[in-house]
């Protein structure tokens, strides 16, 4: 089994920046790719940031030269460096992971609500 723990969400003003972490733990033999994503109320969830084992990363449209992705491997440990955020970032933000085990299956995390008050 494998669990993701979140942490760093939290209440900012607009123009402010919160960094979230995300730490892996348990069977793990390698992850491939990493990433966050987010969900506000009445929509559905949709990618923010995802970067690979290798450390190519990608970016959804509205976040791009606000948001940072990065990962430690050796930590199994993803972080999202969120700047000059933006009402419109409230959500609940959840990581995920690419877990190879016996087979690849991808793991998330419980969440963690940021919200961004104008």
């Known amino acids: 089994q494998v669990q993701l723990v979140e942490s760093g969400g939290g209440l900012v003003q607009a123009g402010g920046s919160l960094r979230l972490s995300c730490a892996a733990s348990?069977?793990?033999?390698?992850?491939?790719?990493m990433g966050w994503y987010r969900q506000a109320p009445g929509k559905q969830r949709d990618l923010v940031a995802v970067?690979?084992?290798?450390?190519?990363?990608n970016y959804a449209d509205s976040v791009k030269g606000r948001f940072t992705i990065s990962r430690d491997n050796a930590k199994n440990t993803v972080y999202l460096q969120m700047n000059r955020l933006k009402p419109e970032d409230t959500a609940v933000y959840y990581c995920a992971a690419e877990v190879v085990q016996t087979v690849v299956r991808r793991y998330w995390g419980q969440g963690t609500q940021v919200t961004v008050s104008s």
């Open positions: 970067i690979t084992s290798g450390g190519r990363t």
């Open positions: 348990g069977s793990i033999f390698s992850i491939n790719a």
